[in-house]
């Protein structure tokens, strides 16, 4: 069976401050991962997405980042955080017509 | 541009009737539709789905029921119960592509005692 992973499970920066947050999936090959945020009132925002090893596409303009070094590994990171990226954080991975997500990470920026 | 909305941000339903959330969509090339639900803290689950070539399906207490003429789709809960409570989210894929799914924003269904 299929399994995703996130981590950590909860994160407090200081605003200015790196991020690098990992999402792994197991039990499948070259799969569509995923990046969305859940900020309050917004819905599932996606981030980026990832058909590949090394290609990534961005969805929206923001002062995140995301890199594939992996079949399935997904990396979300940043050099300096703002106040506004805090939120929770879901990897996804997709299955033909469904969408499977990780357990979340949540970020707070102070 | 939100291709997928759901209009409704809350919802409150007694506890054992009927709970009915809507969702509009405006991409024609959406061919298939699908409702996640979720708790706080945690990732969405996969409830339900529907493909553009039927107008019901039903699992359980849930269904969902699709107007393509209207471009709407709708979750039915019955009877509701109090583990129902949690964010839904409705979204849709377009025919012919493999890459992203598109979500609404979400309602959020209290089921109350």
């Known amino acids: 069976s299929q399994t995703i992973h996130q981590w950590p499970a909860t994160l407090v920066q200081p605003v200015g401050s790196p991020l690098s947050l990992e999402c792994t999936v197991e039990?499948?090959?070259?799969?569509?991962l995923y990046w969305y945020r859940q900020a309050a009132g917004r819905g599932l925002q996606l981030l980026f997405y990832s058909v590949g090893i090394g290609q990534i596409s961005s969805e929206v303009p923001q002062n995140l980042s995301a890199s594939r070094p992996q079949d399935r590994q997904f990396i979300l990171s940043s050099k300096k955080l703002l106040l506004s990226d805090s939120g929770f954080y879901l990897c996804?991975?997709?299955?033909?017509?469904?969408?499977?997500f990780g357990p979340g990470t949540r970020l707070t920026v102070l | 541009d939100q291709q997928v909305k759901q209009n409704s941000p809350s919802l409150s339903v007694q506890e054992g009737r009927i709970s009915i959330l809507n969702c509009d969509y405006t991409?024609?090339?959406?061919?298939?539709f699908l409702w996640y639900k979720k708790y706080p803290a945690e990732g969405p689950t996969f409830l339900i789905s529907?493909?553009?070539?039927?107008d019901k399906n039903e699992d359980g207490r849930f269904t969902v029921f699709l107007n393509k003429s209207a471009k709407h789709l709708s979750l039915h809960i019955v009877p509701s119960q109090p583990g129902d409570s949690a964010v839904y989210f409705c979204a849709a894929i377009e025919e012919n592509r493999d890459d992203k799914i598109i979500f609404g924003k979400g309602t959020r269904l209290h089921i109350l005692p």
């Open positions: 529907i493909s553009s070539i039927k």
């Open positions: 996804a991975w997709r299955y033909y017509n469904e969408q499977f």
């Open positions: 991409n024609s090339m959406f061919d298939y």
């Open positions: 039990g499948t090959s070259n799969p569509n």
